[in-house]
């Protein structure tokens, strides 16, 4: 690896990937599945893809646009532009239409990668290449060293458009040496610990934050591989299951957005405070002076959920409130946080893992210059300061000065650390000419337990301008008048808040780095007015999105005339499947976990509503997703048992015949059997007809309803009763492999505990009819079309199962066959195209089944 002062451009971190060769370098879901991605596959990609940049005619300093979720494909597009010269133009995948046709125009774009389920890909005026297809794309191509020339520090690599924060977009141009600006300082801190990295290999990352945002390149594409760790994406917002891939994936480190940590903040207080959240308040109290050891293990519990490799989050793209850190901190978590803008290439100041001040921003990085002009304003000057904005580059960001002006306020203290007091533009001035800085209203209203999250705005009083606080209330029932009361005892009296608001969405209105879009939260109070008689707005409230987010599910037209009418009372109309798809859109939107079976009995807009609100105390008991039937010694026991006993049991009661089992040879990795159900003995049926080498990596879908209650029965059923279910369920998990499909509600964690079983390595076996056929029923029920999406998420083959003689057999109530009379048959392995309708799948592996 070349010393961080002899690399003059961004691709010699490339050059360092192919020393890694084989390590895992990223690791991305798709669909249910986990998908590794190596160093040399990327730089195979990225290598290829400059290669088919090449052949389309495209030049150095033409600009590419790059559109999509964060991915491998992401970042090997992204090299493959570096390497042949081509300037990349990010663009977030919440972007308009308008906005990047506006971009596309403005820069003269030549050619665009984007995903392929983005709506209004085919309407650029380009030519576009899907991501996803970019491997067979370029698989033509060599995947030898590519000849770059031409490109040193002042290269220019991307032009990245500001997210919104500010009324006119502009394209910031960041060269090689701006980015390098930033990471060398970094990488020169790092080679100070990686002789600890045996200690913590693998060290992975899981980054939530987009690669649209440079800070999110810089946690993605260079700083992890520094430490030679892996980079794990997702794209959920939903805070449960993040903490769950946390655990699950043994991630050590989590990249986020300020937002996303508040989000798992009001997890862990509704999961370990609910209950007793006075002694949960207490135990933070006395955490404050304690040494990390004993907050560790006073809060091990916690520790435990996030599973015991995770220590650190690091935070970016906005500012984080000291409250938030402060409650990471003493939980026993590290927080670490940067300071800089996207006209600084992201960094300019840093906090240390080890020594850094709590409260604090960090300290500037090696290069920089920061001080303070008389009203407070944080200037800066040094290389990662970009040379201006594209198509006015007469002017750069910083003027002739070379003081680069940010408009955020800030503070140092004796040693150099940086405090953020807040945007310059956002400071209130009172009548009085004080100023009175938002950020330290928002952070004593943050303090207070009623409040889930706000902003403070200046809005115009008699006198002049003063703070007016927007509030977003745990619950309904809370009086915020009392609320502010309780602030205001902690702020001076210049900054006291005399109005308030309470906001009637979920949440505020946010870019795509959760900052909250404040101008659209003023110009909403303004178009409502102050007056407290007036009656919420039916475009503002939880319900508007409800209906939208349902018509796209379901097709339908929704006109804006037509959704404010809507009544709370309106049928949603969805079945199983949209359900599921409206609650995760709801997760995502409001950054929140909601009850699958308590959604799954909601049957109107306002029931939903009410959910999403948090009104409901409604929770039912989860299904049992147990990991000790996986654990040693169970499998060896669960074999021993197979040979024991199913085995000659199944084989003298129905004496049956196995067809097919050849179409198996050449099936490799695991698959997803679906078979009709008539019987209880149906899947020892299936795992004696299978071959040796399956029979002990299947995975067995059970009603999950049944498995529930088996384990959690009703508080009647008497003690003798409780234990001969209880003896139910452990006998039945320690013969097999089974885990819980429910018929009603809780499919989406049974889908991915089956990408679970999927990724190591294991087989999944489906009875997909939902019950068992009744006696004297002689043929099979419609599948559910829950199949088709578990199918598509998979993406594995598919091998249809027929039982076949079991009908007659149920019906005459006979419970040994004769030879002959009973037959497992095997159909040929099937793989669906991703692009297929959920319902069409499962239509089509049912008649796969029957012909059989």
Known sequence: MPAPSHRQTLLSYLDDYVLRENDKMFVQREGLRLIDFSYRQLVSLARRTARELESRGLNPGDRVLLCGASSSEWIAAFWGCLLRGIVVVPLDRQSTLDFV????????????????????????????????????ITESYSSAAYEFVNINRETLAEIVFTSGTTSTPKGVMLTHGNLLANLLPLEKEILKYRKWRPLVHPLRFLVLVPLSHVFGQLMSIFVPQLLGGEVHFDDTLNPAEIVRRIRQQRISVVVLVPRMLESLREWVHRNFGSQSSELFDEALDKAAGRNFLRRW???????????????AFVSGGATLDNETQEFWHRLGFAVLQGYGMTETASLVTV????????????????????????????VVRGPGVSPGYWLNQSASTSGASGWLRTGDVGAFDEQGNLYFKGREKDVIV????????????????????????????????????????????????????????????????????????????PDFPRTSTEKILKREVLETIRQRGMNERIESCQTCQPSSFIVSAAAQITGDVVSG????????????????????????????????????????????????????????????????????????????????????????????????????????????????????????GDQAMVLVGLPFMRRHKLAIAMEGERLRDWLHPSPATSALMRLRLLAQYILVRTFFHVFPLPRHSGFRRSFAYAGECADRGESVLVFPEGKRAPRGQMQMNDFKAGIGVLAKELNIPVVPVKLKGLYELKKRQQYFAGSGTVSVIFG??????????????????????QAL
């Open 101 to 136: 046709l506006s971009v596309q125009k403005h820069t003269d774009a030549k050619l665009a990668f984007a995903d392929s389920n983005i709506k209004f890909i085919a309407q650029l005026p380009i030519p576009v290449v899907a991501l996803q297809q970019i491997t067979q």
């Open 297 to 311: 293990w006073t809060f091990r519990r916690i520790h435990k959920q996030f599973g015991w490799k995770f220590w």
């Open 430 to 505: 009172t009548a009085a000419g004080l100023n009175v800085y938002p950020d330290d209203l928002e952070e004593v209203l943050h303090r207070q337990a009623a409040v889930r999250s706000c902003c403070v705005l200046a809005w115009p009083g008699e006198n002049g301008d003063e703070p007016l606080a927007v509030l977003i209330l745990r619950t309904s029932a809370t009086d915020a008048a009392a609320v502010i009361d309780k602030a205001n005892e902690g702020l001076a009296e210049h900054q006291k808040i005399r109005r308030w608001y309470v906001w009637p969405e």
């Open 351 to 378: 906090t240390h893992p080890f020594k850094g001040r709590r409260g604090s921003i960090g300290k500037p990085l090696p290069g920089y210059e920061l001080r303070l002009d008389n009203s407070g304003e944080i």
């Open 561 to 680: 005339a037509n959704e404010a009418s809507l009544k709370l009372e309106t049928d949603l109309k969805l079945d199983s499947l949209g359900r599921i798809e409206l609650m995760s859109a709801l997760e995502d939107r409001y950054e929140i976990e909601l009850d699958e079976a308590a959604f799954t009995a909601a049957t109107t807009v306002g029931d939903v509503e009410r959910i999403v609100r948090g009104e409901t105390d409604e929770r039912t008991t989860p299904y049992p997703f147990a990991t000790w039937p996986r654990r040693f010694p169970i499998p060896w026991l669960r074999a021993v048992l197979f040979y024991a006993l199913i085995l000659p049991i199944t084989r003298v009661m129905s004496r049956m015949k196995v067809e097919g089992r050849e179409r198996l040879k050449n099936l490799n990795g695991p698959a997803l059997f679906v078979a009709n159900h008539v019987t209880l």
């Open 828 to 849: 040929e392995p099937v793989l669906f195209d991703p692009e297929m309708e959920a319902t069409g799948i499962a239509a089509e592996l049912q008649r796969r089944v």
